[in-house]
C-alpha cells in the first residue's frame, strides 16, 4: 500500500478526522482511508445491524404482570450456595 503525505488541510476538516479517530479509536491514517474510501468510492462502513423483532411488546404489560416478571427475575439471580460448592 502507497503512503501519501498530505499538507495544508484546513482545520475543520482536521477536526472532523480527528473526532472520527476518537470516536471508533482508529488511528488517524485509518480514519483518514475510511473517509475516502466512503468519499470516493462510495464505501460506507458496516454498522451492525438492529432488529425491533420484539418492538410491539414493550410497554404492554399490566402493574400486575410487571411486578410478577420482576419478582421471578430478582428470584432467578439469587445464587444457591449448595450447587457451587
Known amino acids: 500500500m502507497n503512503a501519501l503525505t498530505i499538507r495544508k488541510i484546513p482545520s475543520k476538516v482536521e477536526k472532523v478526522i480527528r473526532d472520527k479517530a476518537v470516536k471508533e479509536h482508529v488511528s488517524l491514517s485509518k480514519a483518514v482511508v475510511e473517509m475516502l474510501e ?3 468510492l462510495g464505501k460506507q462502513k458496516q ?3 438492529k ?3 420484539l418492538d410491539w411488546i414493550v410497554g404492554t404489560n399490566t402493574e400486575k404482570q410487571a411486578s410478577a416478571f420482576s419478582k421471578y427475575v430478582t428470584e432467578s439471580r439469587v445464587i ?3 450447587l457451587w460448592k
Open 80 to 82: 444457591d450456595q449448595e
Open 38 to 40: 466512503a468519499s470516493v
Open 51 to 53: 432488529y425491533h423483532d
Open 47 to 49: 454498522h451492525p445491524l
